[in-house]
């Protein structure tokens, strides 16, 4: 049994592996045309070979209180760079609003005090980096689907876009700003939430405050942090580098599933 790999870690160490390509200075391999279709053909059949397996719904581990990591390291950015980002968190998030529209029928901006005030879903899960350290945290938010249906889909909506209010990389035409996306089957996946609380508290800033999301299927890059608008899309490609995130646009798959 002790030779037995499971499932969760062979396919951390898969997504680990192919993600440093780029990281380990590989940038010509991960830039040839075959490799990248080599890269595209094996992210499909994971994805497809995952939700064959475990069904669309199928939950993620959940765990107790006992289990929660006294220490959860924050991944990616602390605090964003903006002048924008620093007023709302002078003023404790209290002119912060998330915006929902693109492909939908009733486009909507939420307070903080609003989205707080909808039902919410509590889950205690592992949050899995790509850089290979795993936490467990209890996380409080809005359902996201529950959001989608009050705003309505329409028909051509394939993919849900997070925009966030990080500048990760400054750049004239915008695309150093974090941007993640899923498709419709995570989006209405019973744990994926819009997580406002973390271990019973505001979400502090280096975890992701007001907002961030919890797609807990996927690997720690999926999950955006300072969200400030939602998008409803048909395609990813007129988006930045047209890959669907601001990781995956450098080279990262752009299904992180475990």
Known sequence: MSRIITRRRFLIGATMTASALGIAGCDALVENDRTKSVLKI??????????????????????????????????????????????WMNQRFSGWKLEVGGQVDKPMQLSLAELKALPARTQITRHDCVEGWSAIGKWTGVPLGALLQAAG??????????????????????????????????????QTILAHTMNGRDLEVAHGAPLRLRVERQLGYKQAKYLTGIEAVADLGQLYGGNGGFWEDRGYEWYAGI
């Not at 107790?64 to 924008?84: K, L, Q, Y």
């Open 153 to 190: 889909l329409k028909p051509e909506a394939r993919y849900i876009v997070f925009h966030c209010a990080d500048e990760y990389e400054k750049t004239l035409d915008g695309s150093g700003w974090y941007y993640e996306s899923i498709d419709l089957v995570d989006a209405f996946h019973p």
């Open 42 to 87: 094996a992210e499909g059949l994971s994805m497809k070979t995952q939700r064959f397996l475990l069904g669309d719904d199928a939950l993620a581990r959940e765990f107790t209180e006992a289990d929660i990591s006294p220490t959860f390291r924050a991944n990616g950015t602390s605090m964003p760079d903006n002048a924008r980002y620093i007023d």
